[in-house]
């Protein structure tokens, strides 16, 4: 079965520093898409960032940015300069093989103290 | 922010009653998504649709049915609600298949409470 993986199930970091997110997955599709989301305490599910596997190049969106390593199916997240509008849970997702469906890690809960 | 609307977004029902959740969206997306998200599982797909009257089961399916009678509207009905459906539900869409760059953009989500 597909299967995502966050290992981290709760992380805290310090305000302004930078924290890594772990993901591994174990999708057998050659050229897909890499997700991860964010919700917040409000609940809503916000999309962070998007990686295209074939890509050599870490997708980057401001103070966020991706570690990918194709080979080894590892698809961390770096948040940079940590605010406390940060804190929330994280999602990973990876799609599954010949289908319109995405898996979820179970997340990571991050916590950015003042 | 995508057009998506879960209604109701509370619901406190008792065991045995039928309920129904209603996704509605304006993007005219073709794919849309019902998950379920419970603390230590994150979000688990229940059923999708890939089109009107196109639909599909997820991991998750036992005890629900969807409907899509027009690309708006993707209904999750619990037929006779447990206590273990007791959950957040999610809405999802997306524009095109998973091969192609565009992410599901998810719905506020509603909280069921089954007594």
């Known amino acids: 079965a597909q299967t995502v993986t966050q290992s981290q199930p709760e992380m805290s970091v310090q305000e302004a520093e930078t924290v890594t997110l772990s993901c591994t997955y174990d999708?057998?599709?050659?050229?897909?898409?890499l997700f991860w989301y964010k919700q917040p305490p409000s609940r809503q599910m916000i999309l962070v960032i998007r990686q295209e596997a074939y890509k050599q190049q870490n997708a980057t969106e401001n103070r966020f940015s991706v570690n990918f390593q194709k080979a080894a199916k590892s698809f961390s997240l770096k948040i940079s300069d940590s605010q406390l509008g940060d804190t929330a849970m994280y999602f990973c997702?990876?799609?599954?093989?010949?289908?319109?469906?995405?898996?979820f890690g179970k997340g990571t809960l991050l916590t950015v103290n003042p | 922010d995508a057009g998506i609307t879960q209604s109701p977004r509370h619901k406190v029902t008792e065991t045995g009653t039928p309920v129904t959740l209603r996704c509605h969206q304006t993007?005219?997306?073709?794919?849309m998504y019902w998950y379920r998200q419970d603390p230590g599982h994150g979000l688990r797909l229940i059923h999708y649709s890939y089109g009107v009257k196109d639909t599909d089961k997820g991991e998750v399916s036992d005890g629900y049915s969807v409907s899509r009678s027009k690309t708006e509207d993707f209904l999750l009905t619990l037929e006779s609600a447990t206590s273990s459906q007791t959950s957040v539900y999610f809405c999802?869409?997306?524009?095109?298949?998973?091969?192609?760059?565009?992410?599901?953009?998810f719905g506020d989500g509603t909280r069921l409470s089954i007594l």
């Open positions: 993007e005219n997306h073709r794919y």
């Open positions: 999708t057998s599709e050659n050229n897909y898409y």
């Open positions: 997702a990876s799609p599954q093989r010949f289908t319109y469906k995405l898996t």
């Open positions: 999802a869409i997306s524009e095109s298949g998973l091969l192609s760059n565009q992410p599901q953009h």
